[in-house]
């Protein structure tokens, strides 16, 4: 077990455990303290992640910037980072064996050393890698526990964009956030 989010973000940037680091400009290990409450996890890496090497960085993390101000949310106060931290070719979904190997190698060892009392689910993505369950909606706006760990669940922030069915849903959800994020 690495013994700081300094030796596992540099584990994670020379990573070739699965085809993804062939793909990849940049890993993108995450962001964020190491004392986060908030643990914030989204599906990969897009093309602007890819090549700055953080995390929500482009369209959708300026969303997330959005959703996490209207909830009173400081993004400097969360730990950000993907299902997996390697960009998949022509933004593809990261495949099962993609989702399980990072998750195993990398997301489990730094929700770990945070200890966050909060892992926020960002998408479908993310959901089945954390929690191994493939329907969102029924979901969304949910607290599950699971092995001691609680987990918030949400569209992912592109969805969001997309739809404004799905955006209503997320501005919602993120309001159910602040209020839990009183009571934490």
Known sequence: MPAT??????????CTACPLHKSRTLAVP??????????FVGEAPGNE???QGKPFVGRSGKFLDQLLQKAG????????TGAVKCHPAKNRTPSASELNTCRHLWLEN???????????????????SLLQKEKLQPLHGKIIEKNGQKYFITYHPAAGM?????????EDDFGKLKKTLEKL
């Open 30 to 39: 995450g962001d964020g303290p190491a004392n986060a409450k908030l643990f």
């Open 73 to 80: 949310i400081k993004r400097s106060d969360v730990f950000i």
């Open 162 to 170: 997309r739809f404004p069915k799905i955006r209503k849903m997320m």
């Open 5 to 14: 989010l300094f030796t596992l973000a540099e584990g994670i940037r020379a």
């Open 110 to 128: 730094q929700i770990f050393l945070i200890q966050p009392a909060l892992v926020v689910i960002l998408g479908t993505a993310a959901l089945r």
């Open 49 to 51: 992640e890819d090549r």
